[in-house]
């Protein structure tokens, strides 16, 4: 029953991956691309009203990387002219083209959309900062996918563990279960880190996941099948040589 109720969480978690969380992505980015300049001296309400993109020159307080132990944050904290108390962080996820070249007290150029600065721009540079949207759904595709897939593992090996209580081969955790859920993520998580950064439409990611982790279980059950066929040839001279000896 545990992996009956695992396959319904998997299940819905791939559900909801693909009714909201993708679908909800794609359209902040089609709307973030739709968005025109903020007309001059624009108040807050026609702002927010308009969806419009905004425009702040800011001053670089300071610029900062830390090392996290996995990844490197890069942080840039801004403050208004003349105001020292208005203060806001931009985070990057590379130093380049711009975060290497920012030093405090730089006059720097804020694209602004939704309260949150998209852009960065010093002297021509600009960089997009983490809170621009962008329109890489590679990775949530494939958790959807790998979630669906793990569903769909644990719904059969727990449907086979209640019919057929001493179930045998595929449907035991070892070694079967454990490959296939293995290959299930790690395919999940390369597939969805190279569609990104291959810059892959995502919804190639929905065929290529499937046909991966089908193509590695083959080959691991080809050499599985392969490795207890060679050791049955090796036993069998063994037993031959054993019932020799026995009826001498």
Not at 65 to 94: C, H, I, M, P
Not at 111 to 121: A, E, F, K, Q, Y
Not at 127 to 142: F, G, M
Request: glycine content about 6%; proline content about 5%.
């Amino acid at each position: 029953m545990t992996l009956i109720a695992l396959s319904l969480m998997w299940a819905v978690l791939s559900y909801l991956a693909f009714t909201v969380w993708v679908p909800s992505q794609q359209d902040r980015y089609e709307q973030y691309r739709a968005a025109k300049p903020c007309p001059a001296q624009a108040t807050p309400q026609e702002v927010a009203a308009k969806d419009c993109l905004t425009t702040w020159h800011l001053t670089v307080a300071k610029a900062e990387s830390t090392f996290t132990g996995k990844v490197t944050t890069y942080e840039a904290t801004l403050k208004n002219k003349g105001d020292d108390s208005w203060q806001k962080v931009a985070r990057f996820s590379d130093s380049r083209p711009l975060f290497d070249k920012l030093h405090r007290g730089d006059e720097v150029t804020a694209t602004g959309w939704r309260r949150d600065i998209v852009i960065l721009s010093k002297d021509g540079i600009r960089q997009n900062t983490d809170d621009a949207p962008h329109d890489e759904h590679q990775a949530n595709a494939a958790m959807g996918v790998l979630a669906a897939l793990l569903a769909a593992q644990s719904l059969v090996f727990g449907t086979a563990r209640l019919t057929r209580p001493i179930a045998g081969a595929p449907f035991v955790w070892e070694p079967y279960g454990r490959w296939l859920t293995f290959t299930n993520i790690g395919v999940g998580v390369g597939v969805g880190a190279a569609s990104a950064w291959l810059d892959i439409p995502w919804w190639t990611v929905l065929v290529a996941v499937p046909v991966v982790v089908c193509s590695v279980m083959a080959r691991l059950l080809y050499q599985q099948r392969r490795a207890a066929a060679s050791s049955a040839k090796v036993q069998q001279p063994r037993r031959q040589q054993d019932s020799r000896v026995g009826s001498r």
